[in-house]
């Protein structure tokens, strides 16, 4: 295991701690909601969000309470995203995280409220984090929130879904992904940055550059892995896009062409941390991981 590999075992590990203490406990009530919602946020994913906001907190001082709230409440949102997407309405899939989807074991009705509590929940955590100065804190919440909506991952998906069956260019393709995968890996790295009081507007700037190329990277990735992958290694239904006759950026310029344009984006993502010094090692890892990734 590499020194890469080794920090994200222990970033993910430290992800899973916060939300086990952030989610409400299945001892509440209603015991069945805060059962599926601990059920679809614990033990699985690459925790990718979490890992962004706390690669990018190393570039200075970070508030550590303000980082592991930011980590909590990305990953919230994320999970909440995931439940949705996999519903009938929706992707209609039956497998996540190498387990049954919220759906399939809660029922639609459950899984609905689950990715709606996991959502409000998300700024619940953020905004107990008073560390900050409230200005600083308030853009956090900005942040997420845009990033959530739907100028930002929801307005994406609504894309998505309106364009199934269809052929899209490939401005129109990145303007989808840049809202629907790109807006919440962009504001994971923006809430890192917030958490740290020094890091200037500037700063904030080209992280934002570096998660923009880094977000389509990921998204050009998951379309090329959709169709190299089997289930049990991504841990969800391979070829599903296929399948559903979404588009992709393997549809749209084949399987080789889409990598080579993923390992051009993620140097360009590189590019962009120039001013940053050896800090930054972990968002350049990250970046070349993305690409890397068999999941």
């Not at 508030?63 to 949705?84: P, R």
């Not at 689950?114 to 700024?123: P, Y």
């Not at 550059?209 to 892995?225: S, T």
């Not at 080579?260 to 970046?287: G, H, N």
């Amino acid at each position: 295991m590499n020194d890469l590999q080794l920090w994200q075992k222990r970033v993910a590990a430290q992800t899973e701690i916060i939300l086990q203490q952030k989610l409400p406990q299945i001892s509440q009530e209603p015991v069945v909601l805060h059962e599926a919602m601990r059920y679809s946020a614990l033990d699985g994913g690459k925790r990718l969000r979490p890992l962004l906001v706390w690669a990018a907190s190393q570039l200075g001082d970070s508030v550590q309470a303000a980082c592991e709230a930011a980590m909590a409440a990305v990953e919230c949102i994320h999970v909440y995203s995931l439940v949705h997407d996999d519903m009938p309405e929706m992707d209609n899939d039956q497998l996540r995280r190498g387990k049954p989807t919220c759906h399939v074991q809660f029922g639609d009705a459950v899984a609905l409220l689950t990715g709606d509590a996991l959502q409000t929940l998300a700024f619940d955590i953020l905004s107990a984090a008073t560390e900050l100065p409230a200005e600083r804190q308030l853009k956090m919440v900005q942040v997420l929130a845009k990033a959530s909506g739907s100028l930002g991952m929801a307005g994406g998906q609504a894309i998505d879904l309106a364009n199934v069956g269809k052929d899209m260019k490939q401005p129109a393709l990145e303007q989808m992904h840049g809202l629907k995968t790109g807006a919440l890996i962009r504001a994971a790295v923006q809430l890192g940055g917030l958490s740290c009081p020094q890091i200037t507007a500037d700063q904030l700037a080209r992280l934002d550059a570096y998660a923009a190329k880094l977000g389509l990277a990921f998204q050009v990735i998951d379309d090329v892995l959709d169709c190299e992958a089997d289930t049990a290694t991504l841990g969800k239904t391979a070829g599903k896009d296929a399948d559903n006759n979404k588009p992709t950026y393997v549809k749209l310029m084949g399987l080789q062409a889409a990598r080579k344009y993923a390992e051009q984006l993620v140097r360009e993502a590189v590019t962009e941390l120039a001013v940053f010094d050896e800090r930054a090692q972990y968002l350049r890892q990250l970046a070349e991981y993305v690409v890397a990734r068999n999941h």
